[in-house]
């Protein structure tokens, strides 16, 4: 016979699952309890096989139980019942030493083939986590694995570019690069060389015809001055003739 003690801030819960039990000939409720710290209390006369444990009420939670009748009671089997579909919650209760993890949803012959394993010391998961779970764990193995062939490619990569890095370092063309720089540089230095004398030779032909300008700005100043000077020259002798002719 396996006795059960249910731990819940629900009556409504313990009437359902004194419902679900009732019929069954190989479990036998033994008590009831409204929090986690009248479980505790009570699991020494009552001595249960099993504890179906709800997770939120008042007093004591169902986990800080758990943990406490798991250390305090090792023979007896925790089993949270509970509404919670909940990760981390799942994550405290296996850490706290539950031997199962069931959603309030589950069907009576669900929770009494749970029972029976749990008694047997096999983990118990109600279905919708158990189907919800492995989705998780074959989605997280595909990742997995596209980040290990991902890595394994860079890694192939990676050794693929160190060897050529080594081959290129060892053989005659690790000094082309130098070689080229230096051939670079000389050009441009011929270049500039090229270019400072075509300046220079610009700044001669400009300084020439700066001085032929100039040379042929006083050519016209002094052909402006023979011009009046012969001007004057002749204005006289006209003058002079015909003052002649009247004496």
Do not use: W
Not at 55 to 67: F, H
Not at 88 to 105: F, I, P
Not at 203 to 222: A, C, G
């Amino acid at each position: 016979m396996i006795k059960v003690l249910v731990v819940d801030d629900q009556n409504l819960t313990h009437r359902l699952i004194e419902t679900y039990l009732k019929s069954d000939t190989e479990i036998k409720i033994v008590g009831f309890a409204n929090n986690g710290q009248e479980a505790i209390e009570q699991i020494s006369h009552l001595q249960p096989d099993i504890v179906l444990m709800d997770l939120e009420m008042p007093q004591m939670d169902g986990l800080t139980a758990t943990k406490i009748i798991t250390q305090k009671f090792a023979q007896v089997k925790v089993l949270i019942l509970t509404v919670h579909d909940n990760e981390q919650h799942l994550r405290e209760a296996l850490k706290n030493g539950a031997k199962g993890y069931l959603l309030k949803t589950i069907s009576a012959q669900e929770l009494k083939n749970a029972i029976c394993y749990a008694s047997q010391g096999y983990f118990q998961l109600s279905l919708e986590l158990t189907e919800k779970y492995l989705q998780k764990i074959i989605i997280t193995k595909s990742e997995f694995e596209e980040i290990a062939e991902v890595k394994r490619k860079f890694d192939s990569l990676e050794k693929s570019f160190h060897k050529l890095e080594e081959e290129f370092n060892n053989s005659q063309l690790g000094n082309i690069g130098e070689q080229i720089e230096r051939k670079i540089q000389g050009i441009l230095q011929k270049e500039m060389a090229l270019l400072r004398d075509r300046d220079s030779h610009l700044q001669f032909k400009v300084d020439r015809m700066k001085y032929n300008q100039e040379r042929l700005e006083q050519n016209i100043k002094s052909m402006s001055k023979i011009q009046i000077g012969c001007i004057i020259v002749a204005v006289f002798l006209i003058a002079y003739v015909i003052f002649s002719s009247f004496n």
